[in-house]
């Protein structure tokens, strides 16, 4: 059983930063495209970031673009979410997800989740 155990949520002042880390539990998650998704209460989950197995392409919500930077380290088997500037609207809970064979920015090309950590942001 796959698992992605995400890490670093918490509490921020509008501008700080926080950066997120996800722990896969499989090497062969090497081959997998990793993202980063979050869902607001009341919202449906919505893409945030992702990166190939290759670490050749990375892919942002245009919104989110500039602020946000992920990473995978394949040797540790980890993924991160570096956030800055953030904003009281990135209140949410962020989720980390592993999948191959489709389209990065869709939740259904995921086949792993974790169970996400919550980011708050307060003005």
């Known amino acids: 059983q796959v698992q992605l155990v995400e890490s670093g949520g918490g509490l921020v002042q509008a501008g700080g930063s926080l950066r997120l880390s996800c722990a896969a539990s499989?090497?062969?998650?090497?081959?997998?495209?990793m993202g980063w998704f979050r869902q607001a209460p009341g919202k449906e989950r919505e893409f945030v970031a992702a990166i190939n197995w290759s670490k050749t392409g990375t892919y942002y919500a245009d919104s989110l673009k500039g602020r946000f930077t992920i990473s995978r380290d394949t040797v540790k088997n980890t993924v991160d979410l570096q956030m800055n500037s953030l904003k009281p609207e990135d209140t949410a809970l962020y989720y980390c997800a592993a999948g191959r064979n489709g389209n990065v920015r869709s939740r259904e090309t995921y086949n792993y989740w974790g169970q996400g950590t919550q980011v708050t942001v307060s003005s």
């Open positions: 499989e090497r062969t998650l090497s081959n997998y495209a």
